[in-house]
């Protein structure tokens, strides 16, 4: 009977719930527990490259998370759980510090570290973030800040005076992410940003045949952004082709699996000059120098 039925499926789905909330509990105590001694957290660094030749100029800080029976936790599983459970401000200042440790090994390139809306919220956040950047001893104008459009969204006025305390420091802002928001252009005018990272959904339709809308959403902010005097650089570039396009519509700066997915630190040295050497050698070999 249908009344029977109503209760089955409330049954189902409190118990659907029940599991949900248990997990999200499970993952909640056992992030805790690593976080109290590091284990099973790492950063990994994803490269990003200049358009023109291809060196590495940077590296994207991106936490990884190895669960004792999970397995491998992707961010976007456990970064909200954090978010939600207040343990975002540890981790990320876990991540800050190994970030800013790691960057001194590289002293030609800049570090990126994405900030949560969490974070941001919080109050005394751009003093504790120089804090902790000092007492690292790394270099500001060396880190790039990433933030997305949500925290100038739902911060406001407050958002405007946390970036310009930043970047008064000597930090560089990007704004992650962008075109998948709310893009109001008018931020671009408003903050203080220096960069642009065109989200991922508008470049891997790129060299499709119905990629013609992406690319022309990609040419405006390229043309907009460059207006503004701002860096552009594209996330997500996975093929020749894609990386041929956003090179010729004027993006500045590139990240994606073509160039290589985020390692380890101890493989960063091997994979910059794999990458830095391929870049000398097309260069060598480019038709535009003979
Ligand atoms: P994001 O900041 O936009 O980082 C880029 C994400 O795209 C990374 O995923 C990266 O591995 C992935 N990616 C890079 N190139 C390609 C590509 O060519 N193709 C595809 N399909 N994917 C590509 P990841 O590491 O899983 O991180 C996901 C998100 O989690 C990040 O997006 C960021 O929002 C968040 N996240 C990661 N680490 C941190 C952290 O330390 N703190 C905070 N607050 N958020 C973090
Ligand atoms: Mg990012
Ligand atoms: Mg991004
Ligand atoms: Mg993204």
New binding site residues.
Partial sequence: HAKDEGRDCYRYFTSVLDETVQLRRQIEDDLRAALATGEGLQVFYQPEVASAGQPVIGLEALVRWQHPTRGLIPPEQFIPIAEETGLIMPLSEWVLRQACAASRRWPDLFVAINLSPVQFRASGFAEGVIEIVRDCGADPRRIEL?ITEGILLDSGERAGDVLHVLREAGFRIAL??FGTGYSSLSYLRQFEIDKI?I??SFVQPLGRATGTDAAAVFRAIVTLGRALGLTVTA?GVETEEQKRLIAAMGASEMQGFLFSRAVSEDRVAGLLSRLNGRAQADEAWSPFTS
Wanted: glycine share 0%; no cysteine; aromatic share 0%.
């Fill in positions: 990433e992650d992410d990272k989200d991922r996330e």
